[in-house]
């Protein structure tokens, strides 16, 4: 079974520290899915508020594949919660021209631990019933968030961060309990949009508090004739508890080199030991401060 899913956000906008070539243009979009089609890549992952994506997939087409987008934050105040996310939800579908969705997640999921949190997980299970999601569930940034809501609800399926440097899925155990608990595990990051992958003398001076980690990580490359990209997913795929790994490309030819490496190193058991749980790193939500 193949493991990896595709990421969408290049296809809304400019995405990732290490994008050179910006939104990915239609035509570009088009040659990727088809080449995941042909290499039995089924999930594509996106949201509404990836600019452009959901547009753009349902202009290339995506019969046959397994869906996942994301709710953006619920607008406050919001009169008729139900009304308003069937309604979001609805609009999604017609913008990727399909008439179910595999999975819809939070992307604002703190959200359930407000006001409206009895109102939207009622909302979301309405969609199941209605036959218009399969699975329901949320996007997270971390795992304190999955403790807190973890404790209102079970979920369907997940979406977290999880690489080299972020370990926190495993160290904190909840890879395990969510795998136990049958929630489906997608992984998002494996990259660090994009950090791990550039050239010890390309990355930022303001990553320079982290120097260690980095040389360490080149090093480790050089002595096991490996490139980023096979020594990251290599990793991921590791853990066997992960369903699917998302990641995002540029270009067929990028994506094929990742799934090139994906068979060649698939056995893979030693791993650098770069893990990091400082969050001004691992959490690209703070890199603008740094």
């Not at 068979?263 to 959490?283: A, E, R, V, Y």
């Amino acid at each position: 079974m193949m493991r990896l899913a595709l990421g969408t956000a290049q296809f809304g906008f400019s995405y990732g520290v290490a994008n050179t070539n910006g939104q990915v243009p239609q035509e570009s979009a088009r040659e990727i899915v088809e080449y995941c089609k042909s290499v039995g890549i089924v999930t594509l992952d996106t949201a509404i508020g990836y600019g452009e994506s959901e547009l753009c997939l349902g202009e290339v087409g995506v019969a046959g594949f397994d869906v996942v987008t994301k709710l953006p934050s619920i607008p406050e105040p919001c009169a008729d919660i139900e009304a308003w996310i069937i309604r979001e939800v609805c609009a999604s579908m017609s913008r990727l021209h399909v008439e179910s969705l595999y999975g819809l997640m939070l992307h604002r999921p703190e959200q359930l631990l407000g006001r409206y949190g009895k109102e939207i997980l009622r909302s979301l299970h309405r969609l199941k019933d209605l036959g218009l999601v399969k699975k329901v569930g949320i996007s997270v940034y971390s795992p304190e968030q999955i403790d807190a809501i973890f404790a209102l609800h079970d979920f369907d399926i997940i979406q977290v961060p999880f690489n080299l440097l972020d370990r926190r899925l495993v160290t904190t155990g909840w890879l395990n309990k969510l795998s136990t608990n049958g929630v489906e595990v997608h992984t998002r990051s494996s990259f660090l949009q994009g950090l791990l992958l550039m050239p010890r003398d390309k990355i930022p001076n303001k990553f320079k508090a982290w120097d260690f980690l980095w040389d360490s990580w080149h090093c480790w490359l050089i002595q096991n004739s490996i490139s980023a990209i096979e020594g990251c997913l290599a990793y991921v795929l590791s853990h066997s508890e992960i369903d699917k790994v998302v990641i995002g490309v540029d270009t067929r030819d990028q994506l094929e080199g990742i799934i090139i490496s994906t068979s060649q190193h698939s056995k893979m058991t030693t791993f650098p030991d770069i893990s990091c749980s400082n969050t001004d790193l691992i959490n690209p939500t703070n890199w603008d401060v740094l």
